[in-house]
T-cell receptor, first 111, second 115 residues
Framework: QKEVEQNSGPLSVPEGAIASLNCTYS??????FFWYRQYSGKSPELIMS????GDKEDGRFTAQLNKASQYVSLLIRDSQPSDSATYLC???????????FGKGTRLSVIA | DTGVSQDPRHKITKRGQNVTFRCDPI?????LYWYRQTLGQGPEFLTY????????KSRLLSDRFSAERPKGSFSTLEIQRTEQGDSAMYLC?????????????FGNGTRLTVT
């Protein structure tokens, strides 16, 4: 069973704080990892991709990957109320299979 | 780049009716995916095409569901004899690469309500 696990939240952080979102996956051979943001009633929007161990930064977002621990995370610095959304972790598992999504973590940034 | 386009945005139908949804991918993308999403869940894979070939179907996809991509451009997803459990957001996505590093770009989705 190929699974992607996320804490459903809600995760509440004050405006300006760092939000930390976590994701674990079951397939040790997974190669590609993506974070999507989804506002209520809207479709998922790609915000970050990461393919190798370590950190990848893009503006206020940092993705972190640890393949040995089968763990990927997303940090959002200087959180804004407009960051309030559900964040979906998605993984390309072995065998070039379609992306497997987690259930998402709902983030609420309090002004 | 006009993005992935889905039609209709909303569909309300009565149980037992057939419905068909259309997806137009980003023009140069050769892979097209259908996912389904219900409240509080992540998108769930249904099927995907590379050009006109349907390469994989989820075991969750019952025989009431059929998808086509006849000329390798737009795709249709048909649900026959709809059931209340089919109520969901149906998401179409496309990607330009066939390798593992292939992010998906989603359309706005079609929200289906079966009454």
């Amino acid at each position: 069973q190929k699974e992607v696990e996320q804490n459903s939240g809600p995760l509440s952080v004050p405006e300006g704080a760092i939000a930390s979102l976590n994701c674990t996956y079951s397939d040790r051979g997974s190669q590609s990892f993506f974070w999507y943001r989804q506002y209520s009633g809207k479709s998922p929007e790609l915000i970050m991709s990461i393919y190798s161990n370590g950190d990848k930064e893009d503006g206020r977002f940092t993705a972190q990957l640890n393949k040995a621990s089968q763990y990927v995370s997303l940090l959002i610095r200087d959180s804004q109320p407009s960051d309030s959304a559900t964040y979906l972790c998605a993984v390309n598992m072995q065998g070039n299979t379609p992306l497997v999504f987690g259930k998402g973590t709902r983030l609420s940034v309090i002004a | 780049d006009t993005g992935v386009s889905q039609d209709p945005r909303h569909k309300i139908t009565k149980r037992g009716q057939n419905v068909t949804f259309r997806c137009d991918p980003i023009s140069e993308h050769n892979r097209l995916y259908w996912y389904r999403q219900t409240l509080g869940q992540g998108p769930e894979f249904l099927t995907y095409f590379q050009n006109e070939a349907q390469l994989e179907k989820s075991r969750l996809l019952s025989d009431r569901f059929s998808a086509e991509r006849p000329k390798g451009s737009f795709s249709t997803l048909e649900i026959q004899r709809t059931e209340q459990g089919d109520s969901a957001m149906y998401l179409c996505a496309s990607s330009s690469r066939t390798g593992l590093n292939s992010p998906l770009h989603f359309g706005n989705g079609t929200r289906l309500t079966v009454t």
